[in-house]
């Protein structure tokens, strides 16, 4: 079946750094993925949503400068969240999507961000 | 605008009884999907089902089964003879368009 590889798992960072998050799709190609942040619990929120080649689609309210999306091949997206601030701290999850039809059935395994 | 609304937000049972965990939906679109996903401990999502709206042919997948009633904007999730495992937070989601909109969860604790 599809997978999706999403790197790190964990990591803590110090205020002010930047943090890049990764997500591969390994078995098939991704033309949209998506970005989503869920708090301690709380439900998942989508935060933007990339296609290869494009620039990302921000939700409202997610600053796009802040949470930097490249989406430059059919198998990789990454996020960078750039000065980082404890606020960010969050549960961050990719899910992969084939267009706008086949999408919704594959997660990554999320990155738990710890600002400290 | 579109909403999913999951009353429960906290569930608790013991082994082998049966489980139902309910959704409700709130859209003016005619085409859209419907998802349930359960997301462990471990904070993986794992998909478990999708359905599109013009079909409400009730699911079952062993254990699981879903029930979709469009009339009351419901899409229910049952689980029968619940097991330890299964304690986990499940998620209803709707989407129309490739954009998830996910419900607030509910967290199942099957006890031993």
């Known amino acids: 079946g599809a997978v999706v590889s999403q790197h790190p798992s964990r990591v803590i960072c110090k205020s002010g750094t930047s943090v890049k998050i990764e997500c591969r799709s390994l078995?098939?190609?991704?033309?949209?993925m998506f970005w989503y942040r869920q708090f301690p619990k709380q439900s998942l929120m989508l935060m933007a949503t990339s296609n290869e080649g494009s620039k990302a689609t921000y939700e409202q309210g997610v600053e796009k400068d802040k949470f930097l999306i490249n989406h430059a091949s059919l198998t990789l997206s990454t996020l960078t969240v750039t000065s980082a601030h404890p606020e960010d701290s969050s549960f961050y999850i990719c899910?992969?999507?084939?267009?706008?039809?086949?999408?919704?059935?594959?997660f990554g395994s999320g990155t738990r961000l710890t600002v400290v | 605008a579109q909403k999913v609304t999951q009353a429960q937000t906290e569930i608790s049972v013991v082994e082998k009884e049966d489980v139902t965990l309910d959704c409700v939906y709130e859209t003016r679109d005619t085409t859209y999907y419907l998802f349930w996903y359960k997301q462990p401990p471990s904070g993986e999502l794992v998909f478990l089902i999708r359905?599109?709206?013009?079909?409400?042919q009730n699911e079952i997948s062993g254990r699981y089964s879903w029930n979709f009633q469009k009339s009351t904007s419901s899409f229910n999730f049952t689980i029968t003879a619940s097991q330890v495992v299964d304690s986990a937070v499940y998620f209803c989601a709707w989407a129309s368009g490739s954009r998830l909109t996910f419900g607030e969860g509910t967290q199942l604790t099957v006890n031993p």
């Open positions: 078995d098939f190609q991704a033309t949209t």
């Open positions: 899910s992969a999507g084939q267009g706008l039809t086949n999408y919704g059935y594959t």
């Open positions: 359905r599109n709206s013009f079909d409400e």
